[in-house]
């Protein structure tokens, strides 16, 4: 079972930058999608972007494109997500998950790391 550990949250400035990262305990298979999410407080949990672990092909929630990049290092077994141009409204706890194909569920989730942006 894939166990999923994020990093590299913390508060910033709106307009500031932050890297995430989110780290498999095993090696991931090249047929996975690997995704971030989001929940901010009395909202429910949102998809943010995905990356399939083959091919590298991604999709971005519409409020974060030109923002947020998702990437991957293979090797690693790593999937970041880089957040540029923060706003007060990316405030929220950030999880990682982790579907075994494009046309299954995610089915892994990581515990969640705090994003704070201050205005």
């Known amino acids: 079972q894939v166990q999923l550990v994020e990093s590299g949250g913390g508060l910033v400035q709106a307009g500031g930058s932050l890297r995430l990262s989110c780290a498999a305990s095993e090696r991931i298979a090249n047929n996975y999608v690997m995704g971030w999410f989001r929940q901010a407080p009395g909202k429910e949990r949102e998809f943010v972007a995905e990356?399939?672990?083959?091919?590298?092909?991604?999709r971005y929630l519409d409020s974060v494109k030109g923002r947020f990049t998702i990437s991957r290092d293979n090797a690693k077994n790593t999937v970041f997500l880089q957040m540029n141009s923060l706003k007060s409204e990316d405030t929220a706890v950030y999880y990682c998950?982790?579907?075994?194909?494009?046309?299954?569920?995610?089915?892994?989730w990581g515990q969640g790391t705090q994003v704070t942006v201050s205005s």
């Open positions: 998950a982790a579907r075994p194909t494009f046309y299954s569920g995610y089915g892994y």
């Open positions: 990356i399939t672990w083959s091919t590298g092909n991604k």
